[in-house]
């Protein structure tokens, strides 16, 4: 399992990657909304500073211990370059599996 913002981290770098290597192409893709969806496990510590952690399941994977509780949801992300207020581009090669 990987905490539900290192999944974000990960998307924002492949993400910024495909940015950078659109500056180039001559034929680039306008990046609208983002969606993820993923089963995530809840998990309340009890420590002093309490606070709720999202662990982002691999597939096939099940969760059932102590005070979890499995959840699928679905982020809308709109993603954006903090130096443009128009969307930003993306190009890329096909990675084999990709859809």
Not at 42 to 71: C, I, M, P, Q, Y
């Amino acid at each position: 399992m990987i905490e539900l913002a290192d999944l974000i981290q990960d998307l924002r770098t492949e993400l910024g990657r495909a940015t950078a290597q659109a500056q180039h192409e001559e034929l680039r893709f306008e990046l609208g909304p983002v969606e993820i969806e993923a089963s995530v496990v809840v998990n309340r510590t009890a420590e002093a500073e309490a606070r709720v952690r999202f662990w982002v399941l691999e597939s096939g994977a099940k969760a059932g211990v102590g005070d979890e509780r499995t959840h699928r949801i679905t982020l809308t992300l709109q993603p954006c370059l903090a130096s443009s207020a128009s969307p930003p581009y993306i190009s890329g090669n096909e990675v084999a599996g990709e859809r």
